[in-house]
């Protein structure tokens, strides 16, 4: 019971890290963007009115408003992704599928993936596809339909088809996981294409192996490149089809664990001495045991309110399915925190130095104009001195003036009065 309360539909998911830092982020980056647009008409009337600011340093600001300004668009369409590889038929889309809890990618006979196939969330209600160099988008009502337009158009096996879905039928969609499911990787020359045009910004892969066989060259091939290019990826492991297996007629369950043993062995060690990726302790945790199509169809099965257990193919569901969660689980934790620290840490370190920048540049700006400032005030007070003195100047003039009227009018009366007494 201890270990089903931890796969509580409701319980948190690690991926509200991702979530939640998205939010926070967008929202700063929102905050310094107004910032930086009310600054901008105050710079320009500063250069406009008062020439304090010249026009090298106005275009320098203009420069921080439109990094800002890209910063924020590339923030708002980050998103976590994980890339599906392993060889043709071992189940990679039947895990997507699993994982989205719906049969949304074609799959099994007829079906093989033939192109990148990105399924990713969309917030309106519709479902439709959109192919590489193309505007167009094509409705999707049903995976039957889906499966054909796949096939009808000519694609190019490394081209790029995208599937929005709608966000609120999945949770890791609707959380921003976006997955990438390939054409089997034995059936394709251009790996190294595949990993420059798909798998660079990649958060997390998973190598789907099929647990009936043992890992190819091709997979190993595959993984090496990815690892020469990419600074330790994360890698998770599925030996899929483990129900198969299990139904094997002649088959004991210390058969079972000791196939199983050798597989892990051989998984971890490619992930620790060959891929040199992970530690023992980390390599152990990324490799799992489980049936794609079995998880799906028990998720199909719960949905529809039976229990999971209706979905089994063969003895051991239980174990397997739990296995499935788990994997969920700390795929959840590993793609979250990646995700985080790849997408954001970056866009934050260069938040800070526009915004010290910004900051310096102001600073400058708000010294000069205080020199400014004083200066008119020595101005004022140097013409207030002046102004008072001529007053005074003024003054003294209009009282010499004002005597001499004053005689000159006594004088005349003087004149005046004299004449009448003559
Ligand atoms: P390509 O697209 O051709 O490269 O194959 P893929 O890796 O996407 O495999 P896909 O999911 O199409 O699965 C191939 C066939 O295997 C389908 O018929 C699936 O139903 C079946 N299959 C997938 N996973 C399992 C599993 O865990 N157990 C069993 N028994 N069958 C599975
Ligand atoms: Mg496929």
């Known amino acids: 019971t201890s270990d089903t309360r931890l796969y509580q539909p409701n319980a948190k998911s690690p991926l509200q890290i991702f979530v939640r830092a998205k939010k926070k982020i967008n929202d700063i980056y929102g905050e310094i963007e107004e910032y ?39 923030l708002q369409r980050d998103h976590m992704k994980v890339a599906f590889f392993g060889r043709t038929s071992n189940g990679k889309s039947s895990v997507i599928n699993a994982m989205l809890r719906e049969k949304i990618l074609p799959s099994g006979i007829g079906h093989t993936t033939n192109c990148f196939c990105q399924v990713e969330g ?35 096996e490394s081209s790029l088809v995208r599937i929005f879905w709608p966000r609120e039928r999945c949770r890791l969609l609707r959380d921003d996981v976006v997955f990438v499911d390939s054409p089997g990787v034995d059936v394709s020359a251009n790996l190294d294409d595949w990993i420059d045009n798909h798998c660079l910004n990649a958060d997390v892969f998973v190598l789907v192996l099929n647990a009936e066989s043992t890992m190819t060259r091709a997979e190993k091939q595959f993984f090496h490149t990815v690892s020469q290019k990419l600074s330790k990826p994360n890698i998770f492991i599925l ?15 210390s058969d079972l664990a000791k196939v199983k043993s050798q597989h892990t062995e051989r998984c971890i060690d490619f992930l620790t001495k060959e891929l040199k990726v992970s530690n023992e302790k980390e390599a152990g945790e990324r490799v799992f045991f489980v049936s794609a199509r079995e998880t799906l169809q028990a998720r199909i099965e719960e949905a529809k309110g039976n229990p999971p257990h209706m979905g089994a193919l063969a003895e051991g569901f239980q174990i397997r399915y739990f296995e499935f969660q788990d994997f969920e689980r700390k795929f959840e934790e590993c793609i979250s925190q990646s995700a985080v620290k790849t997408k954001f840490q970056q ?37 207030t001195d002046r102004i008072q003195g001529t007053e005074t100047q003024m003054m003294q003039v209009t009282r010499d003036m004002k005597l001499k009227i004053h005689t000159m009018v006594e004088e005349v009366e003087e004149k005046v009065s004299k004449a009448l007494n003559e």
């Open 36 to 74: 930086v647009l009310e600054t901008t008409t105050f710079i320009n009337a500063l250069h406009a009115e008062a020439e304090i600011v010249d026009k090298a340093e106005r275009e320098l600001f203009e420069s921080y408003v439109y990094k800002v300004a890209a910063i924020r668009e590339v």
């Open 122 to 156: 969309n917030d309106g209600g519709e479902a439709y596809l959109m192919t590489e160099g193309s505007a167009e988008k094509l409705n999707v009502v049903n995976i039957k339909q889906l499966a054909n337009a796949l096939c009808q158009e000519k694609l190019c």
């Open 239 to 253: 030996n899929n089809r483990w129900d198969a297996s299990a139904s094997e007629p002649e088959c004991q369950e």
């Open 347 to 383: 866009h934050s370190s260069r938040g800070k130095s526009v915004s010290g920048d910004m900051r310096s540049m102001l600073d400058n700006i708000y010294e000069r104009i205080t020199i400014f400032r004083n200066l008119k005030q020595d101005q004022k007070t140097l013409l």
